[in-house]
T-cell receptor, first 113, second 113 residues
């Protein structure tokens, strides 16, 4: 199974600033996803990060707010832009391998003051 | 929109007892997966069951799938304090190449020593 690391593991940020979260996978994967999980809630898919092309965003999420890069098959970044307290969440990177199983990184816990 | 609905929302049992969690969904699926999440960290994949399967086992875990009732159950036998976590079901839909997972709201399990 893929091993996924995320940086930072947590951060406390000021309103109006931006934070870039990195996701590194130990193997090449085709499908990589970014999720948000607000406190005590389930997972919400933000976007699918496509290698070499623009990310595919879910309803309610836009590129200007959550720009995503995917320069190769092992790495992706998610930026949370112009943050507000409502962006306080855990952000999770996930990859899908052959067979539909998804693996998750440890998450980035973001608090916006 | 969320498809899976787990019940109960919260479950508290004694160590050694069995824990059963249920998941219902609304549309046709390709597969259903169960995940565990400890203390707001990354999710750990437990079992994937496909729509043509009725039951799968993995160690102390047993998953059943009833496609006629659009429901699944996760049974943890001989529970341990370390099983304390949130458990999520996620359905993989029969829909094109994207095949996103649709997540339920989760069951919070507390196993008391």
């Amino acid at each position: 199974s893929a091993v996924i690391s995320q940086k930072p593991s947590r951060d406390i940020c000021q309103r109006g600033t931006s934070l870039t979260i990195q996701c590194q996978v130990d193997s090449q994967v085709t499908m990589m996803f970014w999720y948000r999980q607000q406190p005590g809630q389930s997972l919400t898919l933000i976007a699918t990060a496509n290698q070499g092309s623009e990310a595919t965003y879910e309803s309610g999420f836009v590129i200007d707010k959550f720009p995503i890069s995917r320069p190769n098959l092992t790495f992706s970044t998610l930026t949370v832009s112009n943050m507000s307290p409502e962006d306080s969440s855990i952000y999770l990177c996930s990859v899908r391998e052959v067979g539909d199983t998804q693996y998750f990184g440890p998450g980035t816990r973001l608090t916006v003051l | 929109s969320q498809q899976g609905e787990e019940d109960p929302q919260a479950l508290s049992i004694q160590e050694g007892e069995n824990a059963t969690m249920n998941c219902s969904y609304k549309t046709s699926i390709n597969n259903l997966q169960w995940y565990r999440q400890n203390s707001g960290r990354g999710l750990v994949h437990l079992i994937l069951i496909r729509s043509n399967e009725r039951e799968k086992h993995s160690g102390r875990l047993r998953v059943t799938l009833d496609t006629s009732k659009k429901s699944s159950s996760l049974l943890i036998t001989a529970s341990r304090a370390a099983d304390t976590a949130s458990y999520f079901c996620a359905t993989g839909l029969n829909a094109g190449n994207n095949r996103k997972l649709i997540w339920g709201l989760g069951t919070s399990l507390a196993v008391n020593p």
